[in-house]
């Protein structure tokens, strides 16, 4: 692989993009399919990287029950009552299979004035306002201070949010590892695309591999 594109296992960071109950669990009202399926391929993530000691940073969604915070296509759903990862309910938060510990709470407050939470040594949440989990946040810039040069990308229904933060990144210059049966929504063509903006494409084991390696 091309020197200037090659991931750096040493300087990765994970990037989990709305792995939430209401996006996540069966019976949630805004279930994306598959979701619940990738979720033990991005806890093999996590695993690797909490031993590694290496940064972990957990996307959300959060919309206010008026709707005043939500994208222009989702607002009339939640003016009309549409109750999706609204702060402070079960629905907004991380599926507990991949907090540090269940009952750690997301800090709706912190998160929606644009704040990092911190759930570990080397874990953090991020509120982002719109697709892109570098529009309106903090990401780059914790990103930089940490010296990060590479992000491996996994969590919910990539056509949207995970598809924008990965075009994003890549604008920014870091160095893309593609999780791929750690994201759901994955299709062939995106796949196809993804390698040709120079993403390794790795599954959950092999990344796992490739963090381990010497």
């Known amino acids: 692989m091309d020197h200037y594109i090659k ?4 300087r990765a960071a994970l990037v989990i993009i709305d792995t939430q109950n209401d996006f996540t669990l069966p019976s949630a009202p805004a279930r994306i399919a598959g979701t619940a399926e990738v979720v033990p391929a991005i806890a093999h993530v996590l695993r690797r990287f909490r031993q590694l000691q290496r940064p972990i940073f957990h996307i959300v969604r959060l919309y206010r029950a008026d709707g005043s915070n939500a994208d222009l296509s989702r607002r009339t759903l939640i003016e009309n009552g549409g109750a999706i990862v609204r702060p402070d309910t079960k629905g907004a938060e ?12 997301l800090d709706a407050d912190t998160l929606l004035t644009g704040e990092a939470q911190q759930l570990d040594s080397n874990e953090w949440v991020l509120y982002k306002p719109r697709w892109s989990a570098f529009y309106g946040t903090r990401l780059e810039a914790l990103l930089k201070a940490q010296n990060i040069n590479t992000l491996v990308f996994a969590g919910c229904n990539f056509p949207n949010c995970p598809r924008s933060s990965i075009y994003d990144a890549s604008s920014r210059d870091f160095r893309l590892v593609i999780a791929t049966d750690a994201l759901s929504g994955l299709y062939d063509k995106g796949l196809q695309e993804l390698r040709g903006i120079g993403a390794a494409l790795m599954t959950a084991a092999e990344t796992g591999d490739w963090l381990s390696a010497p």
């Open 94 to 105: 991380i599926v507990d299979a991949l907090k540090p510990d269940p009952a750690v709470m």
């Open 7 to 10: 991931p750096d296992a040493v």
